[in-house]
């Protein structure tokens, strides 16, 4: 069994839709990461959270350290969110970066 | 700030060539990442090193692989002898705290 899960392993919606990916981990963490994969292939990171949720423009991450569980969630989507979005826990305590497990990834695709 | 430099974007070589990646994280970020991607098995470390020693290894997949910082500005993945199974993109990330700048990779081949 993979230690972080993601869901759905792909995604189609309409522009505009208020989209959910899922992330659930089993190991211990002190940080949880969700990235961006552009098609193209860059990777661009846009959270870390340890706890609580955090917002950018359309885009708010979550989580609950009790439930070993984190969400993305994109509101009023656009093509332009097309990616591979990808959750990695980094299970070093004490607060320091390390070695990050990271889930297969949620192809998104958002039609016009 | 130019962002994580990687050189080659891609590379073509053939089994049994030795294969060098090369890597300048962002100027000050004190950790750099070694991953490497493949549709199989997603993305993986392979090695982080921090203030330029390295800390972990363990995703380094056998012997045939070396990493090495010889200093904060630079960084080197060696692959000797490669092989077809090695083909992925290698990505290098930098940083300073917790958030991770990643290079835009370096599409491998061997043939």
């Known amino acids: 069994k993979n230690e972080v899960e993601q869901s759905p392993q792909n995604l189609t919606a309409q522009e505009g839709e208020f989209i959910t990916i899922n992330c659930s981990y089993s190991?211990?963490?002190?940080?949880l990461h969700w990235l961006q994969q552009h098609p193209g292939g860059g990777i661009v990171s846009l959270f870390m959270?340890?706890?609580g949720k955090k917002k950018h423009g359309r885009l708010i991450a979550t989580i609950n350290i009790q439930e070993k569980h984190s969400s993305l969630h994109i509101t009023a989507s656009h093509p332009r969110d097309s990616a591979v979005y990808i959750c990695a826990v980094d299970s070093n305590y004490g607060g320091s970066q390390g070695n990050l497990i990271f889930g297969k990834g949620t192809k998104l695709s958002v039609k016009p | 700030d130019a962002g994580v430099i990687q050189s080659p974007r891609h590379e073509v070589t053939e089994m049994g060539q030795e294969v060098t990646l090369r890597c300048k994280p962002i100027?000050?970020?004190?950790?750099l990442f070694w991953y490497r991607q493949t549709m199989m098995r997603g993305l993986e470390l392979l090695i982080y090193f921090n203030n330029n020693v390295p800390i972990d290894d363990s995703g380094m997949p056998e012997d045939r692989f070396s990493a090495k910082m010889p200093n904060a500005s630079f960084s080197t993945l060696k692959i000797q002898p490669s092989e077809p199974r090695d083909s992925a993109v290698y990505f290098c990330?930098?940083?300073?705290?917790?958030?991770?700048?990643f290079g835009p990779g370096t599409r491998l081949t061997v043939l």
């Open positions: 990330a930098s940083s300073l705290r917790y958030t991770q700048y």
């Open positions: 100027s000050g970020h004190n950790s």
């Open positions: 190991v211990g963490i002190s940080a």
């Open positions: 959270l340890s706890s």
